[in-house]
């Protein structure tokens, strides 16, 4: 369990690195105008009456985030994302720590990291969607 909780801080610190970059880099190339320029021409009401269910209205509600607030502002939330992830991963490595001393595990814990790992999952596909989206449509 130790090697996969190690594992795990890894690639925490992977995804922060690499968010830090994405972040850099759009300030560099400017690509953060061109997508926000892009979901600007995005007509929403017509995707929401167009396309139902959640793999599609989540999308569409984070277009509508993107609209008001930016889409750099909108991938930046990525960091707070990461924050409750290190949190849960500091909670899981007390736990662990906790049930070698003790013999008791915390089942709590334990639910409290596979909930944030899987809403982290889902969040990460819907702003990859999102973008992923932004960076295919065609210029006008």
């Not at 999102?130 to 449509?137: G, I, Q, R």
């Amino acid at each position: 369990m130790d090697g996969v909780l190690r594992a795990k801080a890894v690639n925490l610190e992977r995804a922060e690195a690499l968010l830090a970059r994405l972040l850099e880099h759009g300030d560099r190339s400017r690509l953060w105008g061109e997508l926000d320029e892009r979901v600007g021409r995005l007509d929403l009401s017509d995707l929401a009456e167009r396309w139902t269910g959640p793999l599609v209205s989540s999308p569409a509600s984070a277009w509508g985030t993107m609209r008001r607030h930016g889409v750099r502002a909108f991938c930046e939330t990525t960091a707070v994302r990461l924050i409750d992830l290190n949190a849960a991963h500091a909670r899981w490595v007390g736990a662990w720590d906790a049930e070698r001393r003790t013999g008791r595990a915390d089942h709590l814990a334990e639910l409290d990291g596979l909930v944030a790992g899987a809403v982290a999952l889902w969040d990460a596909g819907v702003q990859r969607r999102a973008v992923h989206a932004l960076l295919y449509l065609p210029e006008e």
